[in-house]
């Protein structure tokens, strides 16, 4: 069985399955069913592939339709029982960041992922990018100790998305929504985190209504290995202001990575790698391949609730104003 011959399903229609529908049909791939709770969007969904079925709740999908994979692509308040059913089905499944909003949801996942022996990617971009992976092997051949690790998601209230994302108890709020991918790939280049201790607040939003998330936060981090490390995020940089990235000083190393590059300095000398693979393309297609040549996938879900349990401890520690440990947040059941 090759790539185009999977039958594939979307749960969720909106502005992320939009674009991965689009890596889809760059390799040939023509997905078969579509639910969203808004049938006029699974409807242009199937349209745009020329056809399919369209369903507005996917316990029908998973019922009429024999999936080979699905890609899950639903707010962070809508995870429930979708990932459990498709591992039921023996349907392989995609999932977006944060796969949900609370560590009970998140290991019902892991276990029927497991229990069921389906594949998992949990989409995590940014560990896709040519310039992070160079970045990662030049920190594990040369690197040596890691020190200091600074991250930060600098930018605005997303225009495209719907209004869950102001809403902590729709959203999570920026760390645990966005600032994920940050918290990701400080895991990714720099081990475990070991605790988290959260300043966060709303300061220059309050004229929203309706606006429930933190607009300002710094997470303090001490990683396993012993490094020290700050994230930082906002949601009320200027329009021209936005900065997003991760830099790492190790022993030998020092490293700067942004969504365009990743820089490299030692000694006097600095390489600059341009990233140049679209991170979302890298992921699609990787994840097809693992299931049409049975192999482990990069980020399976276990991956998407580690670092979960990494931003739900920031919210914690900001909740009782102390540091908090991981691995507590991580035992919730
Ligand atoms: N990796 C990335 O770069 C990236 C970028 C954007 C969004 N995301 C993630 O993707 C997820 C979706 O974000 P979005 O920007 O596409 O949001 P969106 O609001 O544009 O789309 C979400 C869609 O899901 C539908 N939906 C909600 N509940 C549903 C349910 N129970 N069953 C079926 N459909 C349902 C909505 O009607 C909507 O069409 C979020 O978790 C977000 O964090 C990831």
Redesign the pocket.
């Known amino acids: 069985m090759g790539m185009t011959d999977l039958k594939i399903g979307f749960?969720?229609?909106?502005?992320?399955?939009?674009?991965h529908l689009n890596q889809l049909i760059s390799l040939s791939v023509k997905p078969i069913a579509f639910?969203?709770?808004?049938r006029s969007?699974?409807s242009s969904f199937a349209q745009r592939v020329g056809a399919g079925s369209v369903y507005?709740?996917?316990h029908d999908m998973f019922e009429k339709e024999r999936l080979d994979a699905v890609w899950i692509?639903?707010?962070?308040f809508?995870h429930?029982d979708?990932v459990v059913i498709a591992a039921e089905k023996n349907v392989n499944v995609f999932i977006?960041?944060?796969i949900a909003l609370d560590i009970a949801t998140g290991k019902s996942m892991v276990n029927a992922i497991r229990k069921y022996k389906v594949k998992s990617w949990v989409?995590?971009?940014w560990r896709q990018y040519d310039g992070v992976q160079r970045a990662r092997t030049a920190l594990m051949r040369e690197g040596g100790r890691i020190g200091l690790i600074e991250g930060y998601w600098w930018g605005w209230i997303?225009s495209?998305?719907?209004g869950?994302?102001i809403k902590r108890d729709m959203?999570g709020g920026q760390v645990v929504?966005?600032t994920?991918?940050i918290f990701d790939l400080a895991r990714f280049l720099c081990g475990e985190i070991g605790t988290v201790y959260t300043e966060m607040d709303t300061i220059l939003h309050v004229d929203i209504p309706g606006f429930t998330i933190e607009d300002v936060g710094v997470f303090t981090l001490r990683f396993v290995n012993g490094a020290v490390g700050v994230i930082s995020n906002t949601s009320a940089a200027q329009p021209i202001g936005g900065t997003v990235g991760l830099k790492v000083v190790t022993k030998n190393l020092q490293l700067e990575i942004s969504s365009q590059s990743a820089k490299i300095y030692k000694g006097m000398e600095s390489t600059e790698i341009r990233h140049s693979v679209n991170p979302?393309f890298e992921e699609d297609k990787k994840f097809l391949k693992s299931i049409v040549e049975n192999t482990d996938t990069e980020i399976p879900i276990e991956e998407g609730l580690r670092t979960l349990a990494v931003t739900l401890t920031a919210v914690e520690s900001w909740r009782r104003k102390t540091p908090v440990k991981v691995e507590e947040v991580l035992s919730q059941t």
């Open positions: 749960i969720g229609c909106g502005g992320i399955a939009a674009h639910c969203d709770i808004d969007r699974a507005t709740d996917y692509c639903i707010p962070p809508a429930k979708e977006e960041k944060p989409g995590y971009h997303p495209t998305i719907g869950w994302w959203s929504e966005q994920t991918h979302y």
